[in-house]
């Protein structure tokens, strides 16, 4: 076979780790957010362009079809593979450059558009190009697709903005535009091929209708089919070339790098939102809106869709629909400017347009940012609000228009009575009115043959709708499979042969995507759809989107939340089918790199839409896939606690002495021999600080004075720090104590506590009866030690502090060091900025909870500059996962001791983190009480 050759061959020049290969491996790895099954045969993952060069020529020598994958955001197919699917990893694609004070950014591939956006912010400028999935989509994909979003015009996206390219051919040419050098060369080297789009360019423009056609068709959103206005808007065919790439969907070549200019980000801004009796008016409010008047963006929502908002709580009552469908529509706009005066101008002149057309009801305008956000949270939780409603076994399938502004209304309109014909009443018709961009979600059984062929008579029928009006068929989410079968008779023949004469061009063999923007299938929308079994655990409503994967640290290494999900459907679909032996190969790989790989630090749900829990759905499964063995060992462990903890205290100080005598070289064989004993890879203790941990102290008492109660983890209990050359530090207990009563606190440590635990070890490998039971002895010894909840009760570590405020009394007021230090030493305490630059990491529960800014403020208050490293999520440690499956921490922590290089120390809230932090950061990580004990003191 083919592919068995490539592989073979790929193998011969790359490590057997950098293939996926088999059948779960390689559809799991590859699923987007698309409705299209993977179809993958390998998944490679590629670290350089050298690799990537050679993967193209055996490509084009065993006739093999890549497809370069990025976010796989994408919601038409463009990234399911026919073959060997391409993921870029490693430093190679990433990096950024800011050129003239952030008027232009150099961006690689691989970086994510919210990544550019944040190197951009301190010269207040941003990308144009502004896809709802910016957070996790590539600036690669991004480009790929000509991405845009809800205040991206035509004039400004990413075709536009562009200045200068890095790309490879299939053929391997590599060629950076703005390197006269290199343009030269390509020049000569490929002449036929620059030749060949010139003569393209002359047949377009040699026939008036042809011309006026694809200029008239690129007035408004287009990204169906090739950008055929490259060819008429530039004469010189290195600028064609690079302007095709463009949108190209990664059929024409790989995009490395992109030099794009950037627009102004105008601070100040006003949101409103107007209830009318009509699409009409609504519209006719737009046109003359369009103008002018400093509008950023323009949201519509016809009745239907306010029908499903009307459900959410908080929605604004002068806005609810009434009993009977009716043509409402409402508008949410948003004006921004650079200063105040300008935005008052505008506000004057778009609050007249909207009141001339007679609102039902309105608010706004408002210009405080938290009042602008409550506006905007309405249009967010549309897409939840639609995709929630869905059975279990459905999935939300989006579709993507655009027609000329003029003729919104009735297409809108058009659209919501062929769903309503096809029997698809919950779906209503939504999208960016300043474009004329048209969306609606259609929820469906994929699996079901009835739904295929009802979702098959729509999309015929609202194609049909849409071109009537010289519409396109996908405005901002690229062709893919689901538009492909569509090119020919949205552009026409002679239009459509030149778009499959540009493919020819530029990729003889056919190993780029193949069938992926251009099919001849007349239903290829149709074929070769996911199966959406339920699976429970309830993440049945998971839609794919990819957002979650960008804080998800497993997805580094192993799989990410929708990559679960996906496995769990497909393996739901296999049991229901009766393939026992296909389903013991996914479940296998599935329990490896899927259930015992999650960190379970559920920080996917804080990015995902529509908040699924991924992250207790594992801890649900891994209870299920408990052995009786290991239940007993956890009954035993809870049953004598504070022998464990002890035990593992004695064990790390014997270690940390063992290591100091033994040295770095031999104590990394003997952590080598101890993982192969106990399935743990211990690291070197002095080079992470690791020490036992020590006796708990007994506070002094102080008549008179306010109690708070202090309650250390077991974590703290029985890890401490080590110094430099071996030296211990102060224990962290006798710290937190130390600070408390310098602010003047009697500290209450609960009776028994070696005995305590707040159940997060046991949460995390699934034993849920263990959890449970160590919060119910919390909750009495915390109740006990704060008289009823009489007192506060600070805890050092936040993420046993989080499981502490979901499982015991809500009688009890429970912080952990930030927070506390915020709300109740800052004015008890006198700070002075002693360090210089500090580290921080937000923990996932720090995070969670709302407190990143929080920890940078409080580190704020002692040294003079903060670093919250950029990309930097969950540590990966993950409880004991750091000790048995280091890996994971590795994976998170990438790129971390770059990031904090100028730092002298770092600081966090959670004792395990601290460990993976100081091995991959390559600076000492300690408890954020350390920091801020030294630099406070009593007020006097």
Request: proline share 4%; aromatic share 6%.
């Amino acid at each position: 076979m083919k592919s068995q050759v490539f592989l073979n061959k790929v193998r011969e020049f790359l490590p057997w780790s950098q293939t996926h290969t088999g059948e779960a491996p390689a559809r799991i790895l590859s699923v987007d957010a698309g409705p299209f099954e993977p179809q993958a045969f390998a998944v490679v993952d590629v670290f350089s362009l050298d690799e990537l060069k050679k993967l193209l020529s055996l490509a084009a020598e065993c006739g093999v079809s890549l497809t370069f994958r990025g976010g796989g955001t994408s919601l038409s197919g463009q990234s399911v593979a026919e073959g060997a699917a391409l993921r870029f990893k490693g430093p190679a694609w990433r990096g950024l450059d800011i050129l003239e004070e952030g008027r232009f950014v150099r961006v690689r591939s691989g970086m994510t558009g919210g990544e550019v956006n944040a190197a951009l912010a301190p010269f207040r400028r941003f990308l144009a190009s502004d896809p709802s999935s910016i957070a996790s989509a590539t600036v690669g994909g991004m480009a790929a697709n000509n991405a845009a979003g809800l205040g991206c015009t035509v004039e400004n996206n990413i075709y536009h903005s562009l200045r200068g390219m890095t790309f490879m051919l299939a053929d391997g040419t590599l060629v950076n535009t703005e390197d006269a050098g290199s343009a030269r060369r390509f020049r000569a080297s490929h002449a036929a091929l620059l030749e060949g789009l010139g003569a393209l360019r002359a047949r377009i423009l040699s026939s008036p209708g042809l011309a006026e056609r694809v200029r008239r068709k690129y007035r408004i959103r287009n990204t169906c089919g090739y950008g055929l206005n490259a060819l008429c808007d530039f004469e010189d065919p290195l600028d064609m070339l690079t302007h095709l790439l463009i949108g190209s969907e990664g059929t024409l070549g790989f995009i490395f790098s992109v030099t794009l200019e950037t627009l102004p980000l105008e601070k100040e801004r006003a949101t409103a939102m107007a209830l009318f009796s009509s699409m009409d008016a609504a519209m006719q409010a737009v046109l003359e809106m369009r103008s002018g008047h400093g509008l950023y963006a323009g949201e519509f929502l016809d009745d239907i869709s306010l029908r499903s908002l009307a459900k959410i709580p908080g929605f604004p009552p002068s806005f609810m629909p009434g009993g009977e469908s009716s043509d409402n529509c409402a508008l949410l706009v948003e004006a921004r400017a650079a200063t105040q005066d300008a935005l008052a101008e505008h506000v004057a002149a778009l609050d007249a347009i909207i009141k001339k057309a007679k609102p039902l009801a309105m608010l706004g305008f408002v210009t405080e940012a938290s009042e602008c956000e409550k506006l905007w949270d309405i249009r967010r939780a549309l897409f939840p609000a639609l995709a929630g409603t869905r059975l279990p076994g459905e999935y939300a399938y989006v579709e993507d228009y655009c027609v000329p502004l003029e003729h919104l209304p009735e297409a809108s309109r058009g659209l919501a009575r062929i769903l309503q014909e096809l029997g698809f009443p919950r779906s209503g018709v939504n999208g960016h009115a300043m474009h004329g961009n048209l969306h609606c979600t259609v929820p469906l059984r994929l699996s079901d043959e009835g739904d295929v062929k009802r979702l098959g008579e729509f999309i015929e029928r609202a194609a049909q709708l849409i071109l009537a009006f010289d519409g396109s068929l996908k405005a901002e989410h690229g062709t893919g499979r689901a538009v492909a079968s569509f090119v020919r008779r949205e552009w026409g023949e002679e239009l459509y042969d030149v778009m499959r004469r540009i493919k020819a061009l530029f990729d003889p063999a056919g190993i780029l995507n193949r069938n992926c923007l251009l099919n001849d299938s007349p239903l290829c929308h149709l074929e070769k759809l996911k199966f959406v079994g339920a699976v429970g655990g309830g993440v049945d409503l998971c839609v794919d989107c990819g957002f979650c994967e960008s804080v998800c640290p497993s997805a580094k290494v192993g799989l990410s939340p929708r990559q679960r999900i996906y496995a769990l459907r497909a393996m739901a679909g296999m049991e229901a089918a009766g393939d026992t032996e296909r389903l013991d190969a996914w479940r296998e790989y599935f329990r490896s790199m899927g259930l015992d790989l999650c960190a379970a630090d559920g920080l996917c749900s804080t990015r995902c839409p529509l908040g699924l829990d991924v992250a207790g759905f594992m801890r649900a499964l891994r209870h299920e896939n408990l052995s009786e063995r290991e239940k007993k060992a956890a009954a035993f462990v809870r049953g004598h606690f504070s022998l464990v903890t002890r035990a593992a205290s004695l064990g790390l100080s014997a270690t940390h002495a063992l290591h100091g005598a033994l040295g770095h070289e031999r104590a990394e064989k003997c952590g080598a021999l101890t993982g192969r004993l106990t399935g743990l890879t211990l690291p070197d203790v002095h080079e992470v600080r690791l020490a036992g941990g020590s006796r708990v102290p007994c506070p002094p008492r102080a008549a008179g004075r306010e109690k708070v109660v202090y309650f250390p983890s077991c974590a703290v209990r029985s890890m401490g720090y080590g110094g430099d050359s071996g030296r211990r530090v102060d224990p962290l207990m006798d710290v937190a104590l130390r600070l408390l009563e310098k602010a003047g606190y009697d500290v209450v440590i609960p009776a028994r506590v070696e005995k305590l635990c707040c159940g997060k070890a046991f949460e995390t490998r699934g034993m849920q009866e263990e959890a449970a039971a160590c919060a119910a002895a919390l909750d009495a010894a915390l109740c006990e030690a704060s008289e009823g909840g009489r007192w506060l009760v600070m805890c050092d570590t936040s993420p046993c502090l989080a499981r502490m405020r979901k499982t015991l009394s809500g009688s009890l007021s429970l912080y952990e060091p930030v927070e506390f230090t915020l709300r109740f030493l800052a004015d008890r305490l006198e700070f002075r900025k002693k360090r210089g630059c500090v580290a921080v990491h937000a923990t996932c529960s720090t995070r969670a909870m709302g407190l990143t800014d929080a920890l940078c403020r409080v580190a704020g208050m002692c040294a003079r500059e903060v670093v919250l490293p950029e990309g930097i999520f969950c540590c990966g440690f993950s409880g004991d996962k750091g000790f048995s499956r280091p890996e994971l921490n590795a994976a998170a922590l990438a790129g971390l001791c770059e990031r904090i290089a100028a730092c002298e120390e770092g600081f966090s809230t959670s004792r395990t983190c601290e460990v993976g932090l100081t091995k991959h950061g390559k600076k000492p990580y300690r408890n954020i009480l350390y920091l801020i004990d030294e630099c406070s003191a009593a007020r006097k």
